[in-house]
């Protein structure tokens, strides 16, 4: 449905099976690639390379990896080097840190990386985090705030200048989309190379032509709906 209205990209991400320990859903995975002409971006309980290939073998243009990326950075080269790098998308999924009072506005943000959907802290700085995984191999970075996710708050600009400016990856904004607005500032105040939406299609908020339609009123690079079908 939202490749047919535009989208340029589909992502199929599984936030639960990371933690409840589950193999991503094949037969999905196989279905949703059947009706698609756009990339297909897959993600959750990827651990290994072995289970990289079988998702790619399945119709998967581009895997997402996290939580095993945290615990084994390692896998990032592993699969880059195998894969290609263009097939290894890295989600950092990054809370900001509460500053102490007394530092609250001499201390610039913080953020850290989080795994199993954002339930566990990895411990890592999430910009640093997002550079080294680009080092690694990464070619792309999807950038999720999980203190904007579901809020319709806006995207982190913040989070997104920090990681767009120290990361040599295109990155994909993700996490707190709320209309064409939030859209137009991810890409045109955070430096991010693309975004993602969620919540605000799925809900009949919004369309993938009124989001077109604000990105190219606002002078940024954007396909074209008819070019996309």
């Given at each position: 449905?939202?490749?047919?209205?535009?989208?340029?990209?589909?992502?199929?991400?599984?936030?639960?099976?990371?933690?409840?320990?589950?193999?991503?859903?094949?037969?999905?995975?196989?279905?949703?690639?059947?009706?698609?002409?756009?990339?297909?971006?897959?993600?959750?309980?990827?651990?290994?390379?072995?289970?990289?290939?079988?998702?790619?073998?399945?119709?998967?243009?581009?895997?997402?990896?996290?939580?095993?990326?945290?615990?084994?950075?390692?896998?990032?080269?592993?699969?880059?080097?195998?894969?290609?790098?263009?097939?290894?998308?890295?989600?950092?999924?990054?809370?900001?840190?509460?500053?102490?009072?007394?530092?609250?506005?001499?201390?610039?943000?913080?953020?850290?990386?989080?795994?199993?959907?954002?339930?566990?802290?990895?411990?890592?700085?999430?910009?640093?985090?997002?550079?080294?995984?680009?080092?690694?191999?990464?070619?792309?970075?999807?950038?999720?705030?999980?203190?904007?996710?579901?809020?319709?708050?806006?995207?982190?600009?913040?989070?997104?200048?920090?990681?767009?400016?120290?990361?040599?990856?295109?990155?994909?904004?993700?996490?707190?989309?709320?209309?064409?607005?939030?859209v137009v500032a991810a890409i045109r105040e955070g430096g991010a190379d693309a975004v993602?939406?969620?919540?605000?299609?799925?809900?009949?908020?919004?369309?993938?032509?009124?989001?077109?339609?604000?990105?190219?009123?606002?002078?940024?690079?954007?396909?074209?709906?008819?070019?996309?079908?």
């Open positions: 449905r939202h490749a047919a209205a535009g989208a340029d990209e589909i992502v199929l991400l599984d936030i639960t099976a990371a933690p409840e320990a589950r193999a991503t859903a094949l037969v999905l995975v196989r279905r949703t690639a059947r009706g698609l002409d756009v990339p297909l971006t897959v993600g959750g309980g990827v651990r290994t390379a072995a289970e990289m290939r079988a998702v790619l073998r399945t119709g998967a243009d581009k895997v997402a990896i996290n939580s095993a990326a945290l615990a084994d950075p390692g896998l990032i080269t592993r699969c880059s080097r195998r894969f290609g790098r263009q097939s290894v998308v890295v989600a950092v999924d990054a809370r900001r840190e509460p500053a102490p009072p007394e530092a609250a506005t001499a201390r610039p943000p913080r953020w850290q990386a989080v795994a199993a959907g954002g339930r566990r802290p990895s411990g890592r700085d999430a910009v640093a985090w997002a550079v080294q995984a680009a080092e690694l191999g990464a070619g792309e970075i999807l950038l999720t705030s999980i203190d904007r996710d579901g809020t319709r708050a806006g995207y982190d600009l913040e989070l997104l200048r920090a990681v767009s400016a120290a990361a040599d990856v295109p990155i994909v904004a993700s996490g707190g989309a709320g209309g064409p607005a939030d993602l939406v969620a919540g605000i299609l799925h809900e009949g908020h919004t369309t993938i032509a009124t989001l077109k339609e604000a990105l190219a009123a606002a002078g940024l690079p954007v396909r074209p709906i008819e070019a996309a079908a």
